[in-house]
């Protein structure tokens, strides 16, 4: 296979000689065992490429096993890598293979390999020396035949002289590595990917694309990107539905680059402008992202073509805003169509109940009449802020039978800022 064969068929576009550099390289490295380590921003295009390495390796007929280390609670991570023994704790009534074992003559992919916890580090280190692990609650060896890729979209080589990664499982991982470089240092990539994606868009929504002023054209070339090609699909996406048969000036592209003129979050995400804070007061809006409704929110608008960042953070918002005895009946109130084969309650040794994320395969859904987050961002309408905010606080406050405290606490506000909120939507 040649490079544009191989960009073409797993949609790795672009012209620039860095997005070359990376398609060669794939190509060298797919039959070979070798470890490979991807390293980008989010929107780079790291699982794009960890599924081309795996679908042209010899590896192909086997699994591709997908991991999100930074997603999965720490509780059962373990279980959930390495699997377990029946018995192994309270609720593991059944034994069950981890994703080494079901990765077997296959490919695993260690997402966001920078998060996962340090006693687990250990473990992946063994793995990655020997093939050699142990499910929970077993004393016996077991091995497994994988080939590895791990990507992260932070400096690796930084966390562990900030003590938050062990070198020799970076030394380990990086033997051989690949940049993906932020769509801003590939200008020449734009346009082209651009064009690729209406041209994807036009035909699914069946609707026509007029075309760009020079302005408009130079303002898509020259904006940061933060959310990178992700970033540039979701507005190649909403210019082709809302601004259908419309000629795209400065102005009209401006609406949707507006308000994520900002470099993104440690995790990526956008932030919030300070002069888009309401005001003083809200102080605690500005926590970290995991508690913030208003950011999970914005994720989810901008990034709603992707919606797996927006799991995590609702995963991770779920699981550090409720204590262990409310968690027990969070799966009803959550949204069903979130995608709740991914989301469910362990119990672990010591009987504490945590929520986790469970097997990434799909499995077959249950259909329910019950709101979702996706029914309510439907694809035609963005909500606003104001109405997803009141959606969220209408959620909490059911989950919690009306507890105010409880519902402020799960909702990362102060009970004041509820109390307002709840004046300022008329909801009682
Ligand atoms: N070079 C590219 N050409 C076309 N689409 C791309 C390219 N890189 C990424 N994408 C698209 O952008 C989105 C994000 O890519 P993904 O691989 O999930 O990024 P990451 O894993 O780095 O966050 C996906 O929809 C993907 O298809
Ligand atoms: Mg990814």
């Not at 009209?252 to 804070?277: F, I, T, W």
């Not at 809200?282 to 914005?298: G, N, Q, V, W």
């Not at 994720?299 to 005895?325: G, I, N, Q, W």
Request: proline share 3%.
């Amino acid at each position: 296979m040649d490079r544009q064969a191989l960009q073409e068929r797993f949609g790795l576009n672009g012209e620039s000689p860095a997005i070359k550099q990376v398609v060669d390289k794939v190509m060298q490295i797919a039959k070979t065992d070798i470890t490979v380590l991807l390293q980008g921003e989010s929107g780079t295009g790291k699982d794009v490429t960890a599924r081309a390495i795996h679908s042209i390796s010899d590896r192909k007929n086997a699994d591709l096993v997908i991991v999100n280390c930074g997603a999965i609670p720490e509780g059962i991570i373990e279980s959930e890598l390495f699997g377990h023994e029946k018995g192994a704790f309270t609720g593991a009534h059944e034994a069950r293979k981890g994703y080494f074992e079901k990765a077997h003559n296959g490919t695993i992919f260690l997402d966001e390999i920078a998060d996962t916890p340090k006693n687990i580090q250990v473990k992946l280190l063994r793995v990655l020396e020997n093939g050699e692990f142990f499910r929970v609650g077993s004393s016996k060896m077991y091995t497994s035949d994988v080939r590895i890729i791990a990507a992260t979209n932070k400096d690796l080589w930084e966390e562990v002289n900030e003590g938050n990664f062990r070198e020799d499982l970076y030394y380990r991982l990086d033997t051989v590595k690949i940049k993906l470089p932020p769509l801003r240092e590939r200008q020449e990539d734009v346009i082209p990917i651009f064009r690729k994606f209406v041209t994807e868009f036009s035909s699914k929504y069946d609707s026509v694309f007029k075309g760009f002023s020079d302005e408009a054209r130079e303002l898509l070339v020259s904006y940061r990107w933060p959310g990178n090609v992700r970033e540039l699909k979701n507005v190649a996406e909403q210019l082709v539905v809302l601004e259908k048969s419309q000629f795209i000036d400065k102005e009209r592209l401006q609406k949707y680059l507006k308000g994520r003129q900002h470099q993104g979050s440690a995790d990526n995400l956008p932030v919030v402008a300070a002069n888009e804070q309401k005001s003083g007061e809200d102080k605690e809006f500005k926590s970290s992202a995991a508690h913030d409704p208003t950011l999970i929110y914005r994720a989810l608008v901008e990034m709603r073509t992707d919606l797996s960042d927006l799991k995590k953070m609702l995963a991770k918002f779920l699981y550090s805003s409720f204590s262990s005895k409310e968690i027990k009946a969070l799966p009803e109130a959550m949204p069903r169509d979130f995608d709740p084969n991914d989301i469910s309650i362990y119990t672990n040794k010591q009987g504490e109940e945590s929520l986790g994320v469970r097997s990434m395969e799909p499995e077959d859904d249950e259909e329910t009449d019950e709101e979702s987050v996706d029914s309510f961002f439907n694809d035609d309408e963005i909500p606003s802020i104001e109405k997803a905010e009141k959606f969220l606080i209408q959620q909490a406050l059911k989950k919690f039978e009306g507890n105010r405290r409880k519902a402020s606490q799960a909702l990362g506000v102060s009970e004041r800022t509820l109390y307002r909120k709840l004046d300022q939507y008329e909801l009682q």
